[in-house]
């Protein structure tokens, strides 16, 4: 029986498998597509933002996930680089929607508006676009360092769970058992329903598709953030045509998309009678909006997609699953060794949920503001007059990017709660040093042992180190997803490690 089963290969199970690993667990990932199907998937561009990244950074995987976006804006050619199809829009189609459902493309954010500051100076890269098969190349082949086993072509059909551990029934009926297991299935994951989590929230409006195909007249039509019946994308990627219209949601989610299908999408958004010769491949999404209950029942959690659902415009999903994994891979990893309490688990959903609440509030936002009328106008103006404002610009964009989350609002000490800045760490530790491990860390004023004669009954999950930056010559307790989780000079210091990383050896 191995500690935890990740089911789902995609970014969110492969990052969260690299990161109980490196907490000690032993961890078996089933992923249910063949390869091919996985290529499939990666339609469209995904966006890192500059929270992710500055995760990510943690465990040095800045530079091979820039290297994969290099290697791509190569492939593609010149003038393909973010924003460059907007370059010459008019003002109406780089508004307030394309701040909010474009704030994390920082190419459009330069291009347009440029009064935004740079977040959080000094933190390494704050952007990153790649496609989705060489996020999870570079992520996989992280997986294959660490001795991750991934098993593809595993479909689970079920899951149960008892006082001993949970086991997940395949679609050959093997079954597979494991101390714990995390659903990281997607929006229709067979985990959440199995296990009977609640998963509430606001049916679909929109319809949105994206295809690889070819127009008789490939000038026929251009971007728009805001068209007479819907909005319209030529991708960066060449071939990849993207339309999104307000109809309801689509009808059947499965059916193969046809170049008929296609075309007229095309035709009612732009009013143009484009002709679709040739549709390779196509898929469809909406603004389903939906959240569970709690992330975990049980030895069973929930992470990514399989815990909430939304409008997947501006890039947010996948950066807030992605963080869901960074919080819960060293606390599963932990309680799954019995080095912490069992009790460790529930602060993942008590810290992540609230987060993702506030993403499905502001994505609905994002697709109400993208609608045709004379009220939705007059809303855009006004935000519009709003965003001339550099605090609300502020806001806006700290928002998307997940900069502004803090896990402990009410807390004395402002830094706890909040990521930790780069200037209260030595240098490597934000990139690939000192956090790379996946430990936690005691950062001290130079000239001092205490903060490594505390940690010594830590060392296994806790290092200690020193930094000019140390806050009025004290400290600060980083846990290794890179949150504060204590600072202050020495009172409440055995407190905050007994309750973050469980009782010293």
Request: charged share 20%; net charge negative.
């Amino acid at each position: 029986m191995t500690d935890v089963i990740v089911v789902g290969g995609g970014p969110v199970g492969l990052l969260l498998a690299c990161e109980l690993t490196l907490a000690g667990a032993g961890v078996l990932v089933l992923e249910a597509a063949s390869g091919e199907e996985r290529r499939t998937r990666s339609l469209g561009l995904r966006s890192l933002n500059a929270r992710t990244l500055r995760s990510l950074a943690l465990r040095g995987l800045v530079e091979p996930l820039a290297e994969a976006q290099r290697a791509m804006f190569e492939e593609l050619g010149p003038g393909r680089e973010p924003g460059a199809d907007l370059k010459d829009a008019p003002p109406a189609q780089t508004d307030v929607v394309a701040l909010m459902v474009e704030v994390v493309q920082k190419g459009m954010v330069r291009g347009h508006f440029s009064g935004l500051p740079l977040l959080e100076p000094g933190g390494g890269a704050d952007y990153l676009m790649l496609k989705q098969h060489q996020l999870e190349g570079v992520l996989a082949a992280r997986a294959a360092e660490l001795g991750v086993t991934v098993r593809h072509d595993c479909r689970v059909t079920d899951v149960t769970q008892d006082d001993n551990g949970v086991a997940a029934t395949l679609a050959d009926g093997q079954v597979v058992r494991g101390a714990y297991l995390v659903g990281c299935d997607g929006g229709r994951s067979v985990v959440r329903k199995r296990s009977a989590f609640a998963f509430s929230g606001t049916p679909a409006t929109m319809t949105g598709r994206t295809a690889v195909a070819e127009l008789a007249d490939s000038g026929a039509i251009t971007s728009s953030l805001r068209g007479q019946g819907g909005l319209v994308n030529l991708s960066l990627v060449p071939g990849e045509i993207a339309t999104i219209e307000f109809d309801g949601g689509p009808g059947e989610r499965d059916a193969p998309m046809t170049a008929g299908e296609l075309q007229g999408s095309l035709r009612r958004v732009t009013g143009v009678d484009v002709v679709v010769t040739r549709l390779e491949a196509g898929i469809r999404y909406s603004d389903n909006t939906r959240h569970a209950d709690t992330y975990r029942k049980g030895r069973v959690l929930l992470a990514g997609d399989a815990a909430h659902v939304h409008s997947p415009i501006g890039g947010q999903g996948l950066n807030l699953g992605l963080q869901d994994a960074v919080n819960l891979g060293w606390k599963l990893g932990l309680v799954a060794r019995g080095l912490a309490s069992d009790s460790l688990l529930d602060t993942y959903t008590a810290e992540r949920r609230p987060v993702a609440a506030r993403v499905l509030r502001n994505t609905r936002a994002q697709v109400a503001l993208m609608r045709t009328g004379a009220q939705v106008d007059a809303l855009r103006e006004v935000l519009s007059e709003v965003l001339e404002l550099p605090d609300a610009r502020r806001y806006f964009s700290a928002m998307v990017e997940g900069t502004d989350v803090d896990y402990a609002p009410d807390a004395a000490e402002p830094l706890v709660g909040r990521f930790v800045p780069p200037s209260a760490t030595p240098p490597e530790a934000s990139s690939g040093g000192l956090l790379a491990d996946g430990r936690g860390l005691l950062v001290g004023p130079p000239g001092q042992d205490w903060p490594g004669e505390v940690v010594a009954g830590y060392r296994d999950r806790v290092r200690a180190a020193s930094t000019e930056g140390a806050p009025d010559a004290g400290a600060l307790l980083v846990r290794p997803d890179g949150y504060v989780a204590w600072a202050g000079k020495r009172d409440g210091l055995g407190e905050a490690l007994a309750t973050w990383f469980g009782p010293a050896r």
